[in-house]
């Protein structure tokens, strides 16, 4: 689900208002049902298995699940919500149904974009927004016009989300621009193509150290493809690393 902060009602105005485009938000956890099914030999057996199902699921912080007819994608779960598993009237077997909260509100892909994208690689399945006539490319040298494919169903974000760019730069004042989102971060002062450059978060880092002379923030990149755009730079090489998300 999708919770909008740009939404709202006003007393004269029909139903609710919004933007047609560009609207702020947050995706919410989710729940995701599974049915466990624990067999034993013997009671003995039964009650050794029922804890080991206990200890599997419940736990501190959250873990991976993936669901096997899809196998390349996977959900960051905690197990919040109660179940009971007992014997019922001595039998070897009991089928419990356990709900896990998917706390990103998506899935994420198992494989990032350094993974090979050709389906018979078998890192990622056409259910993944994968075209069978195109590989995306996500590492780019000396370009100063590239398109990036974002092949997720949701914008990216280093805040948010596992997305990071690997940059070796040269030049003075070079700016990056998506120009699909309309966002530029320009670097200000001189780079040289051994400057390792990185995104953590908001910051942007210059082997390791934080760039404090720049405007903007590294572009988000928008589901589908992003046209960039460098300036400033005489020598570019520029890889994208993340994983991407699906609702």
């Not at 196998?71 to 077997?93: H, M």
């Not at 995306?136 to 974000?157: A, E, M, T, W, Y």
């Not at 120009?179 to 210059?206: P, Q, W």
């Not at 150290?209 to 988000?220: E, L, Y």
């Amino acid at each position: 689900m999708f919770e909008r902060q740009t939404a709202g009602t006003n007393a004269l105005i029909n139903g609710t208002m919004m933007l047609k485009r560009g609207n702020t938000g947050r995706y919410t956890e989710r729940k995701i049902n599974i049915k466990v099914l624990v067999e034993a030999n013997s009671s003995y057996q039964f009650q050794i298995k029922r804890d080991a199902v206990y200890n599997l699921f419940i736990r501190e912080d959250p873990y991976y699940v993936i669901n096997t007819q899809q196998p390349y994608k996977r959900w960051l779960v905690t197990c919040d919500d109660a179940f009971s598993i007992y014997q019922e009237n001595g039998k070897k077997y009991q089928e419990v149904d356990i709900t896990l909260t998917a706390i990103q509100g998506l899935a994420e892909s198992l494989n990032d974009s350094t993974a090979s994208m050709e389906l018979k690689d078998e890192k990622f399945h056409l259910g993944m927004n994968i075209r069978r006539d195109s590989t995306p490319v996500f590492h780019f040298q000396n370009k100063n016009s590239f398109v990036v494919d974002n092949i997720g169903d949701v914008r990216l974000d280093p805040i948010n989300y596992n997305y990071n760019v690997e940059m070796y730069l040269q030049g003075t004042d070079i700016s990056i621009t998506n120009i699909t989102t309309n966002e530029t971060l320009t670097l200000n002062g001189k780079f040289s193509k051994t400057d390792k450059i990185t995104l953590l978060k908001h910051h942007i880092l210059k082997n390791s150290a934080p760039i404090s002379d720049r405007s903007g923030r590294f572009p988000t990149l928008a589901a589908g493809q992003n046209q960039f755009r460098i300036a400033g730079a005489t020598y570019s090489d520029i890889r994208f690393i993340t994983h991407f998300y699906y609702k």
